[in-house]
């Protein structure tokens, strides 16, 4: 069935673009669908003194038991580059995880 994602944006529209590789994102999270179901992303446009906005990013991850994991904030002035951080953050959390479980099996 694989892991589905709700995605929220605060402050501006979101662009196809960005949906896109937030969803491109999310295929690197499908081989650790055993540890997840769902996730939630927001991308949040702050403004700031400088001409161009920051962007705010912040991913949750939803295990099969409906407990809720954030990962931390990751931000940069390209969405793009703060969705990429967050789901590179995820996948370090991820495999951490994973690396445990591992360990314990044996």
């Known amino acids: 069935m694989g892991i589905g994602m709700q995605i929220v944006y605060l402050g501006f529209c979101g662009t196809a673009r960005l949906e896109g590789e937030a969803a491109a994102q999310l295929v690197r999270l ?27 990013v912040r ?7 409906r407990d809720l994991k954030p990962i931390e904030h990751c931000s940069s002035e390209d969405p793009e580059q703060a969705v990429r951080s967050a789901f590179d953050a995820a996948e370090k959390q991820l495999q951490a ?9 044996h």
Not at 34 to 43: E, F, I, K, N, R
Not at 97 to 105: E, F, G, L, Y
């Open 30 to 56: 499908e081989r650790y669908s055993g540890l997840l179901c769902d996730c939630h992303l927001a991308v949040e446009q702050i403004h700031s003194p400088s001409a161009k906005p920051i962007y705010d």
């Open 59 to 65: 991913l949750d991850l939803i295990t099969p038991e």
């Open 97 to 105: 995880a994973m690396d445990v479980a591992k360990q314990r099996r």
